[in-house]
């Protein structure tokens, strides 16, 4: 299977189950699109016929060129068959019961008060609450015994606000450090803040503590004071700005990301983008809003269409920002053209419920912060571990090819089937597809691959 579409002057065919990228002419571009589908004889003369008033386009240039298709077809560079539908969930059943990471709901409450907040204000659907130091100590000892041989995991400090339970946060990752050797364990934290509560101390400490921290920031003022305000109603822009350029600063300008939400108000979210950028911010993020399809806040199909052109727009702007000497990141077209995760990655998806869990404050195991307080998901506790295995099963068994609607898209080994809460929340089950969010990532996937392929031709 191959996928071509021209962007930004290139014209682009992936193969891909081979992961080759190929930037190529126009006359090697339409034989491709001919390639599987006619004779060699009929190939050739619709290619010299479409290109019969070109004068440097011979029949020997054609012929030539449609003679190193047909070597890259051999040599597994295009056309490349899926064979790998036996070899799914394989990594999952490897590591069955091996816990890598999880998301510590620190707090389940806020002190914003945003209208598109998928998690109702911090809440989750339920009561005020933050976690103990006591179950916060359990869950890590939980993510250690189930750990098995893997040294590295991971945990991110998740609300609500994190910061409203700050000593807490201290007190588990003092907890963490003095445990992790013995254990043969290493500790990377992730802090996820909107930034009313920052100051020196936090600064300092998660300079130090946290392989990474993110920043929660709609882009322009009136755009991140429409939504994200105070209990009052009062924009908390002017208040977090300064304390995270201070943030960023401070952390050298690495290891963070500005991550941003836009919704039906800002489908021009590049005008966000150039806002971050502005106030000193380069590495990036803009995730489209989760929630129900008569919010107010939801993406229309209008909003769509100007969503797709904002993507264009977007990876134009990066590569005019490196001509400048000044790159900034993007998350979403963060892309590995030469290596990226493996095959047996790519087809397992997401690791929600099996590798990675969620943790409330009372010590309740969901797959993912996106499934918290719908009972139906409940795994376990920290103390019992996984008992609710039909569930976890469920979630084990989702790959790539569980998904029907998967097996025929292009991009479906750079997605692995997607989010299984956002196939959830559209579908009714986890094996479904969230259809606007799969063909915002097939417009993201375009644009990252041109960035790279533009990138990689010093262009």
């Not at 003679?67 to 560079?77: F, H, T």
């Not at 500005?258 to 380069?282: C, Q, S, V, W, Y």
């Amino acid at each position: 299977m191959i996928h071509q579409y021209k962007l930004g002057g290139y014209n682009i065919v992936l193969d891909i189950c081979s992961g080759s990228v190929h930037a190529v002419d126009e006359v090697a571009y339409d034989i491709i699109s001919l390639f599987e589908e006619k004779s060699r004889d009929e190939v050739l003369a619709e290619i010299e016929a479409k290109y019969s008033s070109r004068e440097d386009i011979t029949k020997d240039d054609i012929a030539e060129c449609y003679a190193q298709v047909q070597c890259l077809k051999d040599s597994g560079k295009l056309f490349t068959p899926d064979n790998f539908e036996p070899m799914a969930g394989k990594l999952k059943q490897k590591t069955a019961g091996v816990v890598k990471a999880l998301c510590l709901h620190i707090a389940h409450t806020c002190n914003l008060n945003c209208s598109y907040c998928f998690a109702s204000q911090g809440k989750y659907h339920g009561e005020r609450a933050v976690m103990s130091y006591e179950v916060g100590k359990q869950a890590l000892d939980f993510l250690i015994e189930n750990s098995g041989s893997r040294r590295n995991l991971e945990v991110d400090f998740f609300g609500g606000e994190p910061l409203m339970n700050f000593q807490v946060v201290k007190d588990l990752v003092a907890y963490a450090r003095s445990i992790e050797k013995e254990k043969g364990k290493n500790f990377r934290f992730t802090l996820t803040t909107n930034g009313v509560l920052v100051d020196d101390d936090v600064i300092e400490w998660a300079n130090k503590e946290c392989h990474n921290v993110v920043l929660s920031l709609d882009g322009r003022k009136e755009i991140h004071d429409r939504f994200r305000v105070d209990y009052a109603g009062n924009g908390s822009w002017d208040k977090i700005v300064p304390k995270f350029q201070k943030f960023v600063e401070a952390r050298g300008g690495k290891d963070y990301y500005m991550r941003g939400t836009f919704t039906h108000a800002n489908p021009d979210f590049l005008e966000d983008i150039k806002t971050m950028l502005d106030l000193g911010f380069n590495e990036l993020s803009m995730e489209p809003v989760v929630c129900a399809s008569d919010d107010p806040s939801a993406l229309t199909e209008e909003d769509m269409a100007i969503v797709m052109d904002q993507y264009e727009k977007l990876a134009s702007l990066m590569l005019k920002k490196d001509k400048e000497g000044k790159p900034f990141t993007f998350y979403h077209y963060m892309i590995d053209l030469s290596g990226g995760p493996c095959i047996y990655k790519r087809i397992s998806g997401c690791g929600s419920g099996t590798e990675y869990m969620a943790v409330t404050p009372w010590g309740d195991l969901y797959p993912c912060h996106q499934f918290v307080g719908e009972e139906r998901f409940k795994l376990g506790d920290i103390w019992d571990g996984v008992t609710n295995t039909e569930i976890q099963n469920e979630f084990a068994s989702c790959n790539v090819y569980a998904h029907k609607e998967c097996r025929d898209c292009w991009a479906r080994l750079y997605c692995s089937g997607g989010c299984a809460a956002n196939a959830y929340h559209a579908t009714g089950s986890v094996t479904g597809v969230y259809e606007d969010g799969c063909k915002l990532f097939r417009k993201r996937m375009e644009c990252a691959i041109m960035v790279a392929v533009a990138r990689a031709l010093g262009e």
